[in-house]
């Protein structure tokens, strides 16, 4: 199975990337904690082979995108991928608006804090129940024909939306919450995987990284190959499907390396099934 992936057929990433949604304060909300090591993790990324860079205009709000652009750009070999669709009015606090004008002013924001003319991979974050479907998706439309953005992907989503957005503008990536314990989005990466859509798993560990920790068959497989829970987890969605691209995140160096050599570690089909819980 490859270990790289072509979004939207033309940018190919190594299919082990890293979501910078924990570089943030406590509740996705402000400066981190320790921001220097913050700026180390975005800084150690390229050493350890990571192209791939998923953030959100929502992660802070600002902040993430901010301390990639000081720590990375201007982006040698690295796809940063945003999103947006979301306002935030505190810790853990969430809201969703996707009025077209808001996702424009969103995307050309997100350009500015990066400091790239156009954005790599821009994904819709949520689609928006109050706003009607063909006006998100004709807004990343427009973003892709002013070329604002190079491609559009969206965020947790069914296949019956895919198709929808499919209609508007070729949709490059798919991003749902997925690991191996929450399964609901098995036939949406069925679909992307026929129609070669890149599924990017966020959760990968579980929400609060417990697939790390988890006992019986997960621990006993990652003990008998000299791993770790969370280390086979990801090699586990790494075999899922060739589409697969999980973005583990954190805030340390140490368990971005330990995250990272994933990548390593390739389990037979019948590992794989032993640990396959549909």
Request: hydrophobic share 40%; aromatic share 6%; charged share 20%.
């Amino acid at each position: 199975m490859s270990k790289t992936f072509d979004i939207g057929g033309k940018v190919t990433v190594n299919r082990l990337g890293f979501g910078a949604m924990q570089i943030t304060g406590p509740g996705v909300w402000g400066a981190p904690r320790d921001r220097a090591e913050a700026l180390r993790v975005l800084k150690r990324l390229p050493d350890l082979g990571i192209d791939f860079i998923d953030t959100a205009d929502s992660y802070g709000p600002d902040v993430s995108e901010q301390l990639i652009r000081e720590a990375l750009h201007p982006y040698d070999g690295l796809l940063t991928a945003t999103k947006a669709g979301f306002t935030r009015s505190g810790p853990h606090a969430w809201h969703v608006n996707c009025r077209p004008e808001h996702l424009i002013a969103s995307a050309k924001e997100s350009c500015r804090k990066l400091g790239v003319d156009q954005i790599g991979l821009w994904q819709l974050h949520r689609i928006d129940g109050r706003v009607p479907q063909g006006e998100q998706f004709g807004a990343v439309r427009q973003l892709l024909d002013e070329g604002l953005i190079a491609h559009a992907g969206l965020s947790e989503v069914s296949v019956a939306d895919i198709k929808a957005a499919s209609k508007v503008f070729s949709v490059a990536t798919v991003q749902n919450a997925y690991n191996m314990a929450e399964r609901h989005s098995d036939d949406v990466v069925d679909y992307c995987q026929a129609h070669g859509i890149g599924f990017i798993p966020y959760y990968p560990l579980g929400g609060g990284g417990e697939l790390a920790s988890a006992g019986g068959k997960l621990a006993a497989l990652a003990r008998a190959k000299g791993a770790t829970s969370g280390q086979i987890a990801l090699a586990w969605l790494l075999k899922r499907s060739p589409v697969m691209l999980p973005i583990p995140g954190t805030s340390k160096v140490k368990h971005l390396e330990e995250n990272a050599a994933a990548a390593a570690i390739t389990l037979t089909d019948d590992e794989f099934a032993s640990l396959d819980r549909r």
